[in-house]
């Protein structure tokens, strides 16, 4: 296993971390004595592959249902000394309310004290305003650094990247949980800008949000050869010294043994990655057109500023990797939590497009009179039905 330093923690973090999500034996908190034999065996065998590999950064959430409760059982077996235990609280304008959350969830992981507390979610400009006002929850979760329950305080988000900025220019977190992979890189200022501020850096989901790469189309195994799609995705973004750690979420201990192919290869990056990204390139630019694949982005409202809140630019952003990359499930999936994902994936579907005066909010946009017809074709090829988010991740 590879170490980087994580921000100013000072915490020698792997460059993979084992994410608890995938794991854990259902979404809602149940008595332990409901939890099948197989699987807590098959958790806690996941947990100590994990640690036999040098992944010795676990992370759950108090949103991720069972997690905690099946790691308490398996986290206090193991050297603490040897841990980096990370947690996620959702910000709640009751601090007690979070407070109570936080001892729901130190009680299940039963353990002295959390390495890293996450503020689950700061996804708007109105979160983040009462999560650091005088009172909120940030200072709360610093009351309980204070105690020692907690070393360091960081958050997730979903947020557009202005807002992840703008949170991490309060220079109050020590680091962040955020989305950066090759198909989503808005947010590589973010990411700039933790580094500024000495910020730890933790890529959430790359395998899953970052294109369901454990299942990939034909067509990007073919682009992203002699790699897989995945090896190519974790090599691309440990590749930035800026990124210190990529969550798997591992839901079996086998679920670790692709990844560990990239790490042979972090002394010939500069040889290897060059090659497929050039024909990654090359397919999009063939397949959507060199005006297109370089202005698309150009001038494009923000879901609040288009009529009915229709997401346009991740609707086109989908789009694109269907027509480049034949990511169709992928898109799917997304697409359908436009609804439904609230401020974790925000924004409305293109269902009634036709039907609305777009004009307006793309007057900025190069592609204005034809993206109408665009956001009206996507629906129709991706339309299914609703997808409920699982998780706050």
């Not at 220079?171 to 933790?194: C, E, G, K």
């Not at 063939?286 to 009529?307: A, V």
Request: net charge positive; with cysteine; proline share 6%.
């Amino acid at each position: 296993m590879q170490y980087r330093r994580f921000g100013r923690t000072e915490l020698q973090m792997p460059v993979f971390s084992c994410g608890g999500m995938r794991y854990q034996y259902k979404w809602q908190d149940v008595p332990y004595q409901q939890i099948p034999d197989d699987n807590q065996l098959n958790l806690e065998n996941t947990i100590r592959r994990a640690i036999d590999l040098g992944i010795n950064h676990i992370e759950t959430a108090r949103g991720y249902g069972s997690s905690e409760l099946q790691l308490g059982k398996i986290l206090p077996k193991l050297p603490r000394e040897k841990l980096i235990i990370q947690t996620k609280i959702s910000p709640k304008s009751d601090v007690r309310e979070f407070r109570r959350q936080f001892n729901q969830s130190f009680q299940f992981l039963n353990l002295d004290y959390i390495d890293l507390l996450g503020i689950h979610g700061i996804n708007t400009p109105e979160i983040l305003e009462e999560t650091i006002r005088p009172g909120g929850c940030l200072d709360e979760a610093k009351k309980l650094q204070q105690q020692g329950k907690v070393r360091f305080i960081g958050f997730s988000t979903h947020a557009s990247t202005e807002t992840i900025i703008k949170t991490i220019e309060t220079n109050q977190f020590d680091y962040i949980n955020l989305h950066w992979y090759y198909i989503f890189q808005n947010n590589w200022p973010a990411i700039s800008t933790a580094h500024k501020h000495d910020m730890g850096v933790f890529i959430i989901s790359p395998s899953d949000k970052g294109g369901h790469l454990y299942n990939p189309p034909k067509k990007l195994v073919d682009l992203c050869s002699p790699l897989s799609p995945m090896v190519f995705n974790d090599l691309f973004c440990l590749s930035h010294p800026q990124v210190h750690t990529l969550s798997l979420g591992a839901a079996k201990p086998s679920d670790f043994d692709e990844h560990l192919r990239t790490i042979k290869l972090f002394n010939k990056a500069d040889q290897i990655l060059p090659p497929i990204l050039e024909k990654l390139e090359a397919e999009a630019i063939k397949c959507l057109g060199k005006e297109w694949f370089k202005t698309w982005r150009l001038g494009l409202p923000t879901y609040q500023e288009t009529p009915n809140n229709i997401n346009i630019p991740t609707i086109l952003w989908l789009r694109n990797l269907v027509l480049a990359y034949d990511m169709v499930e992928f898109a799917k999936a997304r697409y359908n939590l436009l609804g439904n994902g609230g401020d974790w994936f925000p924004g409305e579907q293109a269902a009634k497009v036709k039907k609305l005066d777009l004009s307006k909010c793309l007057a900025k946009s190069p592609h204005g009179k034809i993206i109408p017809d665009l956001l009206a074709d996507t629906h129709r090829l991706l339309q299914a039905e609703s997808v409920q988010r699982l998780s706050s991740s």
